[in-house]
């Protein structure tokens, strides 16, 4: 029932000499909604204009829907595939209702109904040319134009970048209606942590080129912890030398640790190398990200 | 009817999972409700409609909630207040951890948070 | 399900509609062809001239803005996915090319009723050929050449040429080099296939205007990307007195020079083809025209200055003498390599000195006259539509001038009276910008918007720097 829809094996991409991508390698289940995080430069952009073919990984391949192409030369795949750039590369001259109009035609199949409901509910006149929108209007009508055909597998990158609250709302109520119609894969990049945390099942984190956090987002959130010790508690070697231990720090005279895999075992562990643990604090995803580059 | 907060530590299946449960123990859902269905509880918080299902899911496998073909998720009539002293003690087992944490964080005597605690008991009973 | 003719169809209209100046202009060429039919029954010569205009507009327009139209579509990263929109978007061009021969056809066949064109024996099914080798060509060699600023600036002479003169003196050009055009157009459109099989970041088709970012616009002085907002003003390495004269030198003297090789190579299969007077003529007039429209994106400084204002010790005043003075040295220098070039031609081939002269006098004028011009445009910010189209209105005039002072190469009077109007014109204009430099609240300039999707005028807008 829920096939693989992507798969990345062991992509490397650079530019100008310096890699950005250095080894990527997961896989994507239809129905899955992945956000993809990163600080800026991490690679993000560059791994969906890689998955999408814009730009040909060094090495690796990157399959879609099975078929394994680093091009996208297969145009029956582009009917399943939508894509919203972090540019919205509209057509200025253009009204949005002709652009639409354009792209449309080259579709099997075009939800325009949707569209129409859609452009109402986010509020994007249509008929105002490209140009004389505002940058708002233009992701708004960037995202809509993606969705017309629906795609079984969308990209998104920093959809939301230049959307007030109100407008992120509705977006994501958007995706979610996707999301609930079924089988549909989402991949999308954004900065704003808070709304991966709501929408997504699943975190990618790219980090010094790599995939450095591939899991279930329920599950990161409660295998990771951060622990507090009272001040002047001993930090003793086993501790740090704990695998799983991200991150330690001091703070004041407390030892601050941060966990990846948090279980009982650990916890019994650390209850014995000190006295009177504080209990495990679980962190928000925005947390994790910023303990995580630390 | 639920609170769920996506930016806390706690994943968001727990949270709706810990306050059915806890609606369901303390009878503001009895037998025979009718939950949200999971479209509409996932557009209404704007969550993963996957999140909502993974809870319905798990609350269903504890025996909580029944689905019934083409009618949204039931409070299950088997659960309705039969749950034992027992188990809805260690229901308030975190919470009194909570409190006594606090209260030694405090630096204040057991008496005076036992009676602070009466007194907060008396309050609610009014 | 829509069929895949609709497809083409509707790139197609894309291409002819996407710029309100060339829906504008198609009704008005299809109006010129009604009038010259209605009048034609009256008048025997409005046939003629009818037919000139309407196969003029016909050819110019869509070579000049269909290429960069297709450029733009195929080198939109959303359309990258769109399904087989390249293969449509392709077709849609062979196909207007097709539309636009099948016009200059009809024009043919309307002038031939006339007697002055009978003598013509032209065959049709060779005409046509021959035509569309060259449309499809020249609408792929332009959007390419949509690229490069200076390229923009040769096309843009291009449908005036059309307009005034004969569609069949083109096509004379045409006959006998057909498989030069042939073998053009099949490398051209090869290239385009080439293209789309690598990945769309690596095609070279990003953005219907780009290439040439950085240094060309900015002046001798170091200013950075205009595309900042002032108070980001960044100063590069790219606007180094260096990069800037070697981008001027690459014009006024490469490419010329590159013309008159090309067409001294075409020599060889016609020897009777160009004759060196002819050359000589070619060289100097392209060499005037590149320097000229060079000094008019020099009007960049006017917009620079007010990110430069930020930074500047000094009043207004110190900063306009500042540029003037920027503004002078350029201008010194070029009449001063226009001197020396025409003293070379002279001392080696003994080119009529008439003409020379002509030439340095055109070198020293018009250049004023187009900065001069170009700045007045920025200082009134007028829109971009508005600012094209007077800037065509110029640079026609200017193309008028040195035509006519060409044809009437005798006539030293009607010379000296041109160069005298240009030098008044480019005087007062100097004293209006003067004026309103003072006092101008800098917001209301206007910078140039880099707009990779837009429109011819956006286009005209930046490849310009006007």
Known sequence: MTDTVLTLDNVFKGFDGAAVLKGISAQVQSGEVIGLLGINGAGKTTLLETILGYALPDAGTVSLFGVATNVLHDESLKHRIGFVPQRDELLDQMTGRQFIELVARFYDHWNQPLLDRLAQEFDVPLDVRASKLSVGQRQKLSILVALGHEPELIFLDEPVASLDPLARRRFLQTLIDLVAEGDRTILFSTHIVSDLERVANRVWLIKDGLLKVDAALDELKERTVRITLPPGAAVSDTIRTEETLIHLRHEQESAVMVFSHWDAARHDLLARQTNGMPEPQHLSLEEIFLELHR | MFSLNPNSGIPIYKQLVDQVRRMIAGNQLKAGDELPSVRELAVQHAVNPMTISKAYSLLEAEGLLDRQRGKPMTVAQSTAGTESKAARLKRLAPAIDHLVASAHQLQLSDEDTLCAVRRAMEKNND | ?????????????????????????????????????????????????????????????????????????????????????????????????????????????????????????????????????????????????????????????????????????????????????????????????????????????????????????????????????????????????????????????????????????????????????????????????????????????????????????????????????????????????????????????????????????????????????????????????????????????????????????????????????????????????????RRIDWCAIRPIRFNRNGGLAGGFSWTTGI
């Not at chain 3, 293969?87 to 066949?109: D, F, N, Q, S």
């Not at chain 3, 006998?176 to 970041?201: D, Y």
């Not at chain 3, 031609?345 to 900065?371: D, E, K, N, Q, S």
Request: hydrophobic share 60%; glycine share 6%; aromatic share 12%.
């Open chain 3, 1 to 437: 399900m829509t069929n895949r003719f609709g497809r083409t169809l509707a790139m197609l209209w894309f291409y002819l509609t996407w710029m309100p100046l060339m829906r504008y202009t198609a009704a008005i060429a299809l109006l010129a062809l009604a009038v010259t039919l209605l009048l034609g029954l009256a008048v025997d010569s409005v046939w003629y001239l009818g037919s000139m205009v309407a196969s003029g507009i016909a050819l110019g327009l869509p070579l000049m803005t269909c290429g960069a139209a297709f450029r733009q579509v195929v080198g939109n990263m959303r359309i990258a996915l769109v399904p087989k929109a390249h293969w449509h978007a392709a077709l849609g061009l062979l196909l207007l090319a097709a539309i636009t021969v099948a016009w200059l056809l009809a024009c043919y066949l309307l002038s031939g009723q006339l007697e002055h064109a009978a003598e013509r024996t032209l065959d049709p099914l060779a005409f046509t050929l021959r035509s569309f080798l060259f449309v499809s060509s020249g609408m792929l060699l332009f959007q390419w050449l949509a690229q490069y600023r200076a390229g923009y600036y040769f096309w843009l002479v291009f449908p005036l040429y059309n307009v005034f003169a004969p569609v069949l003196h083109i096509d004379d050009h045409l006959r006998g080099n057909e498989p030069v055009w042939a073998l053009l157009t099949v490398g051209l459109w090869a290239a385009f296939l080439f293209a789309m099989r690598r990945p769309a970041r690596r095609r070279g088709l990003a953005g219907a205007m780009a290439g040439f970012s950085g240094g060309m616009a900015c002046g001798w002085f170091e200013f950075g990307s205009i595309t900042k907002a002032p108070g980001t003003l960044m100063r590069g390495v790219a606007d180094s007195t260096a990069n800037r004269l070697a981008y001027w030198l690459v014009f006024t003297l490469g490419m010329p020079l590159l013309v008159v090789a090309l067409f001294t190579l075409a020599k060889l299969f016609r020897p009777e083809a160009f004759s060196v007077p002819q050359l000589v003529s070619v060289f100097l007039l392209m060499n005037l025209y590149m320097g000229a429209v060079i000094a008019a994106s020099n009007c960049e400084w006017a917009i620079r200055t007010r990110l430069l204002w930020l930074r500047y010790p000094g009043t207004r005043a110190d900063l306009w003498r500042y540029l003037e003075t920027n503004i002078l040295w350029f201008l010194v220098t070029m009449a001063v390599f226009s001197l020396l070039i025409a003293t070379l031609i002279h001392l080696t081939i003994g080119f009529a000195p008439r003409l020379l002269v002509m030439y340095v006098v055109c070198g020293l004028i018009l250049p004023a006259l187009l900065t001069y011009t170009a700045i007045t445009f920025r200082m009134w910010a007028l829109p971009p539509l508005r600012q094209a189209v007077a800037l065509i209105a110029v640079i026609g005039a200017v193309t008028a001038t040195m035509v006519t002072a060409l044809m009437y190469r005798d006539n030293s009077a009607l010379l000296l009276a041109i160069a005298g109007a240009a030098t008044l014109v480019a005087v007062l204009l100097r004293l209006r910008v003067a004026h309103r430099f």
